[in-house]
T-cell receptor, first 114, second 117 residues
Framework: AQSVTQPDIHITVSEGASLELRCNYS??????LFWYVQSPGQGLQLLLK??????LVQGIKGFEAEFKRSQSSFNLRKPSVHWSDAAEYFC????????????FGSGTRLLVRP | GAVVSQHPSWVICKSGTSVKIECRSL??????MFWYRQFPKQSLMLMAT?????????EQGVEKDKFLINHASLTLSTLTVTSAHPEDSSFYIC?????????????FGPGTRLLVL
């Protein structure tokens, strides 16, 4: 069965420091991958997505992610974190079938130290 | 573009009453809408998938008579929690996908917090 793993439950970084959030997936073919961000009490906002092509994907708010097939990873990065980036981040992969359902990771909570 | 709204944003109700939550796609036609439930500090749990004009497909373990889903138009889906009980208190989030905006991507609403007393 497909699955998504976000190994880090919490990550704390200082404002201005770089950030990398890890995401690993299990999937038999080329996956459709997503990163979403959720601020407290809010819905999810799409940061970026990868379907095919260039493996380095640029998103909103200065985020990028790199698809590495050999490592089954789709890690999210940002060169300089802002205090407003503090939130919950979810990695997701689209189901292989025709349902368009998403399989979500357990999420990583980002805390930003002033 | 690709804005999804939910109403109400929060609701408090008495045990035994029914509550209806609306999910609207504001600037696109939603071929499919999804309903999720999220417990505190946890990931999203898919409850059901609905296509316009069709019966919803419920995930295993979700009571379809408890959580009634209607997708009557291409811009509106509703979730009705019938005979709500305190254990139904949760954060409910909908999402939508549309063929015209890249059908593989789900766009999420802001969520509805339900508290059942």
């Amino acid at each position: 069965a497909q699955s998504v793993t976000q190994p880090d439950i919490h990550i704390t970084v200082s404002e201005g420091a770089s950030l990398e959030l890890r995401c690993n997936y299990s999937y038999g073919a080329t996956p459709y991958l997503f990163w979403y961000v959720q601020s407290p009490g809010q819905g999810l906002q799409l940061l970026l997505k990868y379907f095919s092509g260039d493996t380095l994907v640029q998103g909103i708010k200065g985020f990028e992610a790199e698809f590495k097939r050999s490592q089954s990873s789709f890690n999210l990065r940002k060169p300089s974190v802002h205090w407003s980036d503090a939130a919950e981040y979810f990695c997701a992969v689209k189901e292989m079938d025709s349902s368009y359902k998403l399989i979500f990771g357990s999420g990583t909570r980002l805390l930003v130290r002033p | 573009g690709a804005v999804v709204s939910q109403h109400p944003s929060w609701v408090i109700c008495k045990s035994g009453t029914s509550v209806k939550i609306e999910c609207r796609s504001l600037d696109f036609q939603a071929t499919t809408m999804f309903w999720y439930r999220q417990f505190p500090k946890q990931s999203l749990m898919l409850m059901a998938t609905s296509n316009e004009g069709s019966k919803a497909t419920y995930e295993q373990g979700v009571e379809k008579d408890k959580f009634l889903i209607n997708h009557a138009s291409l811009t509106l889906s509703t979730l009705t929690v019938t005979s709500a009980h305190p254990e139904d208190s949760s954060f409910y989030i909908c999402s939508a996908r549309g063929l015209a905006i890249g059908g593989e991507t789900q766009y999420f609403g802001p969520g509805t917090r339900l508290l059942v007393l």
